[in-house]
């Protein structure tokens, strides 16, 4: 983690996250505001167009609509980059770029934008399922939500857990995408328990803000408006150092097993 290039990834694609708050922030104010109007309201909701309720909406904006596209297309790519650094400093120690780790990588993004969806149907999936299935179980009392939503996590790391091999296995195995999720999913089978163990402590990292901003409406009326922009920073950043642990542990414990050292 001392090594600043193996960084890269994360941090651009942090930067873009906090451009699209930055872009949002003042999207109530003239000129912008005229441009904004101007997208559908499935894109952005009329309710944006006030202050400070659109404070509010910039959260749910971002990880709910602007993140689908980016995350689809950018992040899956820029994830694959960070995975092969970690391979060649693993490999050969030595960290190559992020422009020649993408140049590497450019062979497999058809199939990790596929890995993405995948891993985003699954996750939204068993979500909407477990909401499903718990139905009024989340009204009561306040232990019985947190054990509930405990429950709720474990579950989404599980599944979050399926594939995330799938980018290492297509970079060492160069696969076909059948034969990616078939390695994918052997790869977890094997190692279930520790990678399960990785991705919730993981979402554990990141867990805590991203709550705060579900209850933003609660506790806002307390403090400047503008705290939830601090928030909404805090939770990207804690979701980034959560990315790179996964990452980075995920690719050497495959690399590890896969060689026999």
Not at 187 to 213: D, E, I, N, Q
Request: net charge positive; hydrophobic share 55%.
């Amino acid at each position: 983690m001392t090594r600043l290039r193996t960084w890269a990834p994360f941090v651009l694609y942090l930067c873009l996250q906090l451009a699209v708050v930055v872009l949002l922030y003042p999207g109530v104010r003239p000129p912008l505001n005229a441009w904004l109007q101007a997208l559908p309201d499935w894109l952005l909701p009329k309710e944006f167009f006030s202050y400070p309720a659109h404070l509010l909406l910039i959260p749910s904006l971002l990880y709910n609509r602007a993140m689908l596209p980016m995350g689809l297309f950018l992040e899956s790519l820029l994830q694959a980059a960070a995975t092969w650094i970690f391979l060649r400093y693993a490999l050969a120690e030595r960290l190559p770029g992020l422009r020649s780790a993408i140049a590497e990588v450019k062979f497999g993004y058809a199939q990790f934008v596929v890995l993405w969806l995948a891993n985003y149907v699954l996750l939204r999936g068993s979500s909407e399922l477990f909401n499903l299935a718990v139905g009024d179980l989340w009204l009561g009392f306040a232990r019985r939500r947190a054990a509930l939503d405990l429950v709720h996590v474990m579950t989404g790391a599980v599944f979050n857990s399926l594939l995330a091999y799938g980018t290492v296995v297509i970079l060492m195995e160069r696969t076909s995408l059948g034969a990616t999720l078939i390695g994918a999913l052997r790869a977890f089978g094997r190692h279930w328990l520790a990678t399960c163990t990785t991705v919730f402590a993981g979402t554990l990292l990141s867990l805590p803000l991203a709550r705060l901003l579900e209850n933003a409406p609660d506790w806002i009326s307390r403090f400047n408006p503008e705290v939830v922009l601090a928030v909404t920073g805090l939770s990207l950043l804690t979701g980034a150092l959560a990315s790179y642990w996964v990452s980075a542990v995920l690719t050497f414990w495959y690399l590890l097993h896969r060689t026999g050292t």
